[in-house]
């Protein structure tokens, strides 16, 4: 039975979408006969878990770890280190028997760990690509650093020691091969939703200061990476020149949403502000409002998927998407829309593009009435 090592953050029920695909993917790998091991983190007690599926085995081990301060990059580079060296001291024992080693974005830099870990463990290295660092602390810089720039070389280095990858998307498959990746060791492996939408889930209730309104959901996080100054603008002149008839649920986490959240309330226009709900709900959630919204800034096309467009796109519901075309956030929404299923890009900046775009969200989608 071939052994399996995957390395990730946060698992379920903790809040991370990398965790939620990472579960998903095991069950998968258990059930084609693989004995897997799952590392990752946990808010509550350290504990293992094992499941047999279908001729394979499932061990889970939750590493009890800290909340992350994504507000401050000191401290978030010191959870880092301390995290990943963690998830490797609590793993060492299942890596050295292992034949794959797969390793995530998430937490970042486990690549600078897990390389010259692998002059002595002589696995396969799998890297399985969520987001791309040094480049995504780059591209939110508006100077350049001699000292990320150097990071960057040395981690492009360490990628080519790596035997296989697994892109979310065609641009990072691109942006791969740019690296000086063979496409022979590039697998295009898209993340499924991140929960099963069967039509019969029953919708979460409508925030009271919603009701009557289009409700335009953003959930999970809104962080560096996403746009922000497009959809405030473009949300302003729909209340203040248009017919005001659209709402924004914020079920989110992140510096972009409370930058939002604080904007529109400034102005006092509609905006209602939550925490994503428990994984359970997920499904519920996705199904309740009339629309999503998913923002990405034009620097961090290929670096960054948002990983709520696969759930928002399954869901059937209208999706407004701020951003560029080259990212394959409009090629997943392109393909993957239902029939009937409302789809409207429009890129960063047109602030003019996006109020009609909201326009059309509210003449194409039913408001409701319900509340809390």
Not at 165 to 182: H, K, T
């Amino acid at each position: 039975m071939p052994r399996l090592v995957y390395l990730c953050d946060w698992l379920p029920p903790d809040f991370g979408a990398v965790g939620q695909y990472a579960l998903l993917s095991c069950r998968e790998r258990a059930a084609q006969g693989y004995e897997v091991t799952l590392v990752g983190l946990t808010s509550g007690d350290t504990r293992l878990e094992e499941e047999k599926i279908g001729q394979g085995l499932l061990r889970v081990l939750r590493l009890a770890a800290p909340p992350l301060d994504r507000a401050n990059l000191a401290r978030r580079l010191i959870w880092t280190a301390r995290t990943n060296m963690a998830l490797i001291r609590a793993a060492w024992s299942y890596l050295k028997a292992s034949d794959q080693i797969l390793f995530t974005g998430s937490p970042p830099f486990l690549l600078h760990y897990l390389v010259p870990l692998n002059l002595i463990l002589q696995k396969e290295l799998i890297y399985r690509i969520a987001d791309f660092h040094p480049e995504c602390m780059i591209a939110s810089r508006r100077q350049p650093s001699a000292a990320l720039n150097a990071f960057l070389k040395l981690t492009l280095w360490l990628r080519r020691r790596v035997q296989r990858f697994e892109a979310s998307g065609e641009d990072q498959r691109r942006l791969l091969q740019s690296y000086g990746i063979p496409p022979e060791n590039i697998v295009l492996k898209r993340d499924p939703p991140p929960v099963e939408l069967t039509g019969a889930e029953q919708p979460l209730p409508i925030p009271a200061e919603l009701a009557g309104k289009v409700v335009l959901l953003y959930s999970g996080n809104w962080g560096v990476a996403h746009e922000t100054d497009t959809f405030i603008n473009a949300y302003i002149r729909h209340h203040r020149q248009g017919s005001g008839r659209v709402g924004l649920w914020l079920n989110a986490i992140g510096v972009g949403a409370t930058h939002v959240e604080e904007r529109l309330k400034a102005e006092g226009l509609p905006v209602v502000r939550g925490q994503p709900v428990p994984f359970g709900d997920l499904g519920r959630l996705l199904v309740t409002p009339d629309a999503h919204l998913i923002t990405l800034r034009n620097g961090f096309v290929g670096y960054v998927i948002p990983s709520k467009t696969y759930g928002c796109i399954a869901s059937g519901k209208a999706v407004l998407y701020i951003g560029s075309d080259q990212s394959d956030v409009d090629l997943i929404c392109r393909d993957g829309a239902k029939p009937g299923q409302t789809y409207i890009r429009v890129p960063v900046g047109d602030v003019d593009g996006v109020a009609e775009a909201l326009e059309m969200l509210a003449d194409t989608t039913q408001g409701t009435n319900r509340a809390l």
